[in-house]
């Protein structure tokens, strides 16, 4: 069976830092590119971050371009994403998502296999 966990999330100060991780079991991960995408109450689920099987390309929403990290480790089935300078515009359910068989991340979430429960990201101002 096939599981994502999201952890790390929660209440931080405009400006302020947060690293979330998803576990992954149930599959081999250097078959899977990974992404995180995030939701706000009342809009479509919007991509923020994706990385290659191995890490070695990374791709960025516009809006988080420059401030978050995506990075992964393979051998611990863990894919990271560091949040910096946040801003209340950050606020959302962040998820996590399994895409393959496939090298390259996809910014379309219906391109994605399997998805975690999310953790709540609140940033106040």
């Known amino acids: 069976q096939v599981k994502l966990v999201e952890s790390g999330g929660g209440l931080v100060q405009a400006g302020g830092s947060l690293r979330l991780s998803c576990l992954v079991s149930?599959?081999?991960?250097?078959?899977?590119?990974m992404a995180w995408f995030r939701q706000a109450p009342g809009k479509e689920r919007e991509f923020v971050a994706g990385i290659s099987i191995l890490g070695e390309r990374t791709d960025y929403g516009d809006s988080v371009k420059g401030r978050f990290s995506i990075s992964r480790d393979n051998a611990e089935s863990t894919v990271y994403l560091q949040m910096n300078s946040l801003k209340p515009e950050d606020t959302a359910v962040y998820l996590c998502?399994?895409?393959?068989?496939?090298?390259?991340?996809?910014?379309?979430?219906?391109?994605?296999?399997?998805w975690g429960q999310g953790t709540q990201v609140i940033v106040s101002s």
């Open positions: 149930g599959l081999t991960p250097r078959y899977y590119a």
């Open positions: 998502g399994a895409r393959g068989p496939a090298r390259d991340w996809s910014r379309e979430v219906n391109d994605y296999n399997y």
